[in-house]
């Protein structure tokens, strides 16, 4: 039995429909599990959990955002239970020690507490969601324009499918057992190119107005988000732009019928950092024995849903421009 909290979530809605089809038992919380759309075969749960939570659960995809400040208890609740494996939707803030970033610090803190527990581990250190570009849905629909900080900063947004790809493979396999892969998304991408990108899956023009990150930061917040989460995603561009992202263009992750297999590099990888390449990521998924507390070292884990960096990238823009046109049609 595996459990997925923040289930009916971007992330958690994916893991669970994946585990459903491999035949697994999936437990979900929600805090509303009655109105909670998740699949049938579902055993959905309350988010405020109890020990017949835990009752039977090998293994849990912990989401910070379902747990909230709840997460020492719940760690706590887990380990008691006899639940042997956490696997940390995590984010890649936590390799800028930049005091701005909230984000970075929250996800430090919860990796420090998982690795405390003494049970096994994973830690997938996310970049920015494809999903993101939600926030602008709004001004889309009504003005037909886009306005945000960092316009020109090139990051490698992340289908939340292939996050929850990388998480349901370390959950039921061991392969990525106490490593904490940074997952980008497989091609760079600027704001101003996504705008674009999504004004050409709807079908309109959309233009891009770059602000100030002072303006920035209020429009995120009128769109909803908390100043901090705010905060955080400028430090985050900020960062991009002084240690550039190298997107994972394919990677050594595919998901084919539900299945998630190790790709050698042999076949999805360039020729020329094919077999470098996979050394280096044997050797960066090595992450510090439990007890130390410090970041893992960086490295980057490379998915791909095609054989082919080329069809990797377009499967992405697909499906960032997906998410557009579902959002904002
Ligand atoms: N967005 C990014 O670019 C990015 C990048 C890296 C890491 N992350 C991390 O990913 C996580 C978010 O993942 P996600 O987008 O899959 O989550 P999400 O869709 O925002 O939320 C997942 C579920 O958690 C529950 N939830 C939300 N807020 C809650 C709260 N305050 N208290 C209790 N339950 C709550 C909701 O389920 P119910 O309503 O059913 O209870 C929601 O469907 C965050 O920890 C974020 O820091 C995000």
Do not use: C
């Not at 893991?15 to 035949?23: A, D, E, P, R």
């Not at 109890?50 to 912990?62: C, D, H, M, N, Y």
């Not at 494996?85 to 970075?104: E, F, K, M």
């Amino acid at each position: 039995m595996y459990l997925v909290t923040g289930a009916t979530g971007n992330v958690g809605a994916h893991i669970v429909t994946s585990l459903l089809t491999m035949g697994t038992a999936v437990r979900a919380t929600s805090r509303n599990p009655a109105t909670a759309a998740l699949p049938a075969g579902t055993d959905i749960v309350p988010a405020t959990t109890g020990a017949e939570t835990f009752a039977g659960v090998r293994a849990i995809f912990l989401n910070p955002a379902a747990v909230h400040d709840r997460a020492e208890e719940f760690l706590h609740q887990a380990a008691s239970a006899g639940v042997r494996r956490i696997v940390v939707l995590s984010s890649s803030s936590v390799l800028d020690d930049h005091p701005a970033n909230y984000t970075g610090i929250l996800h430090r803190d919860l990796e420090q507490h998982v690795a405390a527990t003494g049970l096994e581990w994973t830690f997938l250190r996310a970049g920015m969601f494809a999903a993101n570009t939600r926030q602008w849905a709004t001004a889309i629909r009504s003005e037909g324009v886009v306005r945000a900080a960092h316009g020109h900063v090139p990051i490698a947004p992340l289908h939340e499918r292939d996050l929850a790809a990388a998480a349901v493979r370390a959950l039921t396999s061991d392969d990525l057992l106490a490593t904490a892969p940074v997952l980008t998304g497989p091609e760079l991408r600027t704001p101003a190119e996504q705008a674009h990108l999504i004004g050409r899956a709807i079908g309109s023009d959309i233009r891009f107005e770059e602000v100030d990150p002072a303006t920035g930061r209020e429009l995120m917040i009128a769109q909803g988000l908390p100043p901090r989460i705010a905060e955080s995603l400028l430090r985050y561009y900020e960062h991009a732009l002084a240690e550039p992202i190298h997107p994972t263009p394919s990677l050594p992750i595919t998901t084919t019928r539900h299945r998630v297999v190790i790709d050698t590099g042999s076949t999805t990888t360039p020729p020329t950092s094919g077999p470098r390449r996979f050394r280096h990521f044997h050797r960066g998924l090595r992450a510090p024995p439990l007890g130390d507390v410090g970041p893992p070292p960086h490295h980057r884990v490379r998915l791909s849903r095609a054989a082919g960096s080329n069809a990797a990238a377009a499967a992405t823009t697909t499906m960032t421009a997906a998410i557009a046109t579902k959002a904002w049609l």
